[in-house]
């Protein structure tokens, strides 16, 4: 495996963006469970550490702890928030409860500059999370920078190449996080800015190619960013060897089904079979209300969909391969590894167990990749804009943008209410221009006007965010001539809707969608 950083996840929400700065830095990074054992991070090539911050505490019994060999590689480590505490902790220090917790920003008097701090100023202004302080160093380390509550803010053993910071370098508050984290990979751990799209095109299609042999692979194939780029990715590694199946689970967008045909059959020459299972979505989502179990549902019968379309296929070919536009921001709010001390936020439709319930072998070549690098992906393997920079869509589709319990006449209202959103959006020169916007179809009624009479119908609320890999996300301040435009329009021209609202929700604490 080549060259890479390991961070090691001891749950911490900004895992996937340590991992992300990495790779801005083109350096490859790669998040493994805390507890990998220290052989295997060897063998993969692991270059140098980083260990996550996370919601634990050393000094709570049971508080995860990685493997203690990890600290005898030979490789630079770097602690955060977190991650320095366990590391002093194992390494012989002593870490307290602080009389004073340090939550937001706080200014960072550097002392030693050395590596870590090479070529910036005597103090920063940096963002801290925590409750817990280092109150004695480990042997063979010393103090280099200090917060107003915190004298061993940042910590170094230059001699092993050992380091620990209480602050998240990281995250966006942090002045010049990215600065810190450069000197860590190059100055420390010698690291070349040689990781690319083009040098992971050309291993991956390399992998696929060895891992399918001769053997055919199934693509659920939604029309999104992810599942096109996959199919595009995969179409190059192994050609008519992949068949698309496009599921129309009756919880598409308007004319969604249309449009995905025309796209991929008429222009790309993809081979997509339409297996048209609305009504049996909509019947096994009747009466069910709870946001769980409609992804369940929708997941199981995606199953159930698949299976068909594997036995109907396998007639015709060896099909062996289930392959999905899975990506890091998926199996982080996912899949809670064994032993992952991070708490499950939602089932996501990708990751929701599709391949122990499939007799298929599962192919993921988008799984170590976010967002934007898709997007990057995508355009080098020569698709449009409009699919390469199309918003993100949720698996289960409109099934968790109708609250509550799905029925066909919500459905139609949402479908003709986000379609104008979209219109408006692209209008406005908006649409490429942020992360994500949305209709959700509220289960509550309001009292209103139209013509001089008294109506009482549906609410339906908008979500417009900005974002970057969708791990915090943050409401965009969209002009209030569009939002006229679009509530205006939804009003007048959507039956069943009489009142328009706007979410300006973050996340955290908020999730982008609803449900």
């Not at 270059?47 to 995860?64: K, N, R, T």
């Not at 696929?208 to 693509?219: F, K």
């Not at 122990?356 to 997007?375: A, G, I």
Request: glycine residues 8%; contains cysteine; proline residues 5%.
């Amino acid at each position: 495996m080549p060259e890479h950083i390991a961070v090691l996840d001891f749950g911490s929400q900004y895992t996937q963006v340590i991992a992300r700065r990495i790779r801005e830095a083109k350096v490859l990074s790669r998040i493994y469970p805390y507890n990998t054992q220290a052989s295997v991070l060897q063998e993969a090539g692991a270059q140098g550490l980083i260990l996550s911050g996370g919601p634990s505490s050393v000094l709570v019994d049971g508080s995860p702890h990685p493997d203690a060999a990890v600290f005898e590689m030979g490789v630079p480590i770097l602690g955060i928030c977190y991650g320095e505490q366990l590391m002093a902790h194992m390494l012989g220090g002593e870490v307290g409860k602080s009389e004073e917790r340090e939550f937001g920003h706080g200014i960072l008097a550097i002392k030693h500059k050395g590596k870590l701090f090479d070529g910036m100023p005597d103090s920063l202004r940096v963002w801290n999370s925590h409750g817990d302080r280092l109150e004695v160093l480990p042997k063979g380390f010393k103090a280099i920078a200090s917060t107003e509550n915190s004298p061993f803010a940042t910590i170094e053993n230059a001699e092993r190449n050992f380091y620990g910071m209480q602050f998240h370098p990281e995250v966006a508050h942090s002045e010049m996080g990215t600065k810190v984290i450069a000197n860590f990979l190059f100055k420390i751990c010698g690291c070349q800015a040689d990781w690319s799209m083009t040098s992971y095109i050309e291993q991956t299609v390399q992998k696929i190619r060895e891992s399918v042999g001769d053997e055919s692979v199934i693509l659920g194939l939604s029309g999104g960013v992810d599942s096109s780029v996959a199919a595009a990715l995969i179409h190059k590694a192994i050609g008519q060897q992949l068949t698309c199946v496009f599921v129309d689970n009756g919880l598409l967008r308007l004319n969604e089904r249309e449009q995905v045909e025309k796209l991929y059959v008429d222009h790309f020459d993809l081979d997509v079979r339409v297996a048209d299972k609305g009504k049996l979505f909509l019947d096994r989502l009747a009466g069910i209300s709870d946001p769980e179990q409609k992804r369940k549902i929708i997941g199981n019968t995606f199953v159930e969909v698949f299976d068909e379309a594997v036995q109907a296929l396998n007639s015709q070919g060896n099909y062996t391969y289930l392959a999905q536009g899975t990506l890091y921001p998926d199996v982080i709010e996912s899949v809670a590894i064994d032993g992952n001390p991070a708490a499950l936020i939602k089932s996501h439709h990708n990751v929701g167990g599709l391949p122990d319930k499939m007799n298929l072998k599962l192919l993921e070549p988008l799984r170590e990749l976010f967002k934007d690098e898709v997007r990057e992906l995508g355009t080098q393997l020569g698709l449009p804009k409009e699919v390469v920079w199309r918003q993100p869509f949720p698996g289960p589709g409109l099934g968790v943008r109708v609250m509550g319990e799905v029925q066909e006449a919500d459905l139609v209202i949402l479908r003709k209410a986000d379609a104008i959103l979209q219109e408006e959006m692209m209008a406005a020169d908006l649409y490429y221009k942020i992360w994500q916007s949305f209709c959700v179809f509220l289960p509550v009624k309001t009292v209103g006007v139209m013509g001089d009479e008294r109506t009482y119908e549906n609410v339906v609320a908008l979500r417009i965010v900005e974002s970057v890999d969708a791990m915090t996300a943050d409401w965009a301040r969209v002009p209030y001539e569009t939002l006229r435009a679009v509530s205006n329009r939804i009003i007048n021209e959507v039956p069943g809707c009489n009142r328009v609202v706007l979410d300006i929700s973050s996340k955290p604490p908020s999730t982008i969608e609803w449900e």
